[in-house]
Nanobody, 127 residues
Framework: QMQLVESGGGLVQAGGSLRLSCAAS????????MGWFRQAPGKERDVVAA???????YYADSVKGRFTISRDNAKNTVYLQINSLKPEDTAVYYC?????????????????????WGQGTQVTVSS
């Protein structure tokens, strides 16, 4: 079993920044790919960024250059640094772990590849 707990969301003005954190339980965190997804009202949950066990990253086109995913395996934590926020970034942000396949070369980017999810943290960007 693994538990994921997100934090760091909030209300911010357009152009601002936030740093989301996701703390994971379990000793094998370092073997897993981790992902950040977001879901706006009435829309599907989509990948924002993902990181493999070795640090290889993926970013959705809409966030490239603004978002940075990173991980600290010693702290069992994955981060999402969000800069230059836009109103369209408003959503619930979820952290996810792919524990079914360890040491993947590339992080997965679809929701069905992840088997553990956090409860989500709300990010609201005002214009």
């Amino acid at each position: 079993q693994m538990q994921l707990v997100e934090s760091g969301g909030g209300l911010v003005q357009a152009g601002g920044s936030l740093r989301l954190s996701c703390a994971a339980s379990g000793r094998t965190f370092s073997r897993y790919s981790m992902g950040w997804f977001r879901q706006a009202p009435g829309k599907e949950r989509d990948v924002v960024a993902a990181i493999s066990w070795s640090g290889r990253t993926y970013y959705a086109d809409s966030v490239k250059g603004r978002f940075t995913i990173s991980r600290d395996n010693a702290k069992n934590t994955v981060y999402l640094q969000i800069n230059s926020l836009k109103p369209e970034d408003t959503a619930v942000y979820y952290c996810a772990a792919d524990s079914s396949r360890i040491y993947r070369s590339y992080p997965p980017i679809v929701t069905t590849d992840y088997d553990y999810w956090g409860q989500g943290t709300q990010v609201t960007v005002s214009s």
